[in-house]
């Protein structure tokens, strides 16, 4: 061994020894708590998003979160959040953990298997939220979204986007009782100004705790029962909370999502 190689390694091993933090992979995980609007903490191939997009129609409050860690594919992280005002003003932030550079064409993906356990703590009474997976996709690879897929694991006192209501004024589904991913969904179809959404919410009102499951599935009933077209290209492959008022803390004690 040459002189050189002998220094350079004990340097190293030096190194190691005065660095507690090593950097052990490219994107240094980041378990900070962070409340900026639109602030990104990336991991490996997963982002969290804080996407306040509606916080300025809020009397007062935020969401802060944080990952709180991660091990091979799977992630942990939290948001808690503390909205005052009404809920008329609508959606003040949907807090996320996104599958970063998801593409393909609906067609061509055979699955996308995701795991997802959580649970809320600190609830408000006036709590307005929900808890779901949000899905895009467009007619072009990368283009804008065009529809918007929703999987509610939870519903506090909000409601899904439809296009029919009944007398009491409650959206009407367009689908009942669906077997998906080992539960039970009311299907609704509406739009919301930019995208065409379809909410799978569960029939029966249970909360769905711990899906393992995979989210194709829920393409695979569009497709075949409601006309929705294989061309259509990924975008993006979300799960958060929507959050429409009050306050509460979800933990995301585990979390997994890929596509195959
Ligand atoms: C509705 O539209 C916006 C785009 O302005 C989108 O980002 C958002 O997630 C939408 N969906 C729902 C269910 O509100």
Redesign the pocket.
Known sequence: MSTWIKLTSVLAAAALLVNANPVVSEKRQDTAEHCGQWDVVTYNQYSLLLDQ?GKDNAESGQTCASITSASGDSIAWTTTFTWTGTSDT??KA?PNLQLDDVSGQIGSISSMPTSWSWSLTDASSDIVANIAY?I?TSSTAGGS?EF?I?IWMANYNAG??SYTYNAEGNPTPVAESVSIAGSTWDVYHGS????E?Y?FLTSDGSEVTSFDGDAYDFFSYLISDQGFSTSQYLTTFQAGT?QTLGSGTLVTSSYSASIA
């Open positions: 997009w609508g959606v949907y949000d895009f979204n918007e929703m899904p986007i919301n100004g930019s995208n959404v909410s929507e």
